[in-house]
């Protein structure tokens, strides 16, 4: 899969399924996934799949490095819009 591809792949998918793969590379320790996934969506206009970054301020901290900072360990609702929404 090519670059463009990927991006592309990720911007399209919902908002949770996106948070989950950014904090599934904080939790397996790969700080460069996370940050090239961080700039994938905050590089991308809103409404083309982009995040704001006071979503992933709540979702992952002031620092945007703690994958537990809202969650508590728990992984983000995949069909859900809101950054606040967790896996029960």
Do not use: Y
């Not at 996934?33 to 970054?53: N, Q, R, Y």
């Not at 969650?71 to 967790?86: L, M, P, S, Y």
């Amino acid at each position: 899969m090519e670059v463009n591809d990927f991006n592309a792949w990720f911007l399209s998918c919902n908002l949770g399924h996106k948070l989950n793969i950014m904090r599934d590379a904080l939790v397996e320790k790969r700080p460069g996934i996370f940050m090239s996934l961080l700039d994938i969506v905050l590089e991308a206009p809103i409404s083309k799949g982009g995040i704001p970054t006071e979503t992933l301020q709540k979702a992952f901290g002031a620092d945007l490095t703690n994958p537990n900072k809202f969650t508590n360990g728990q992984r983000f609702k995949i069909g859900e819009t809101f950054a606040a929404d967790i896996e029960a």
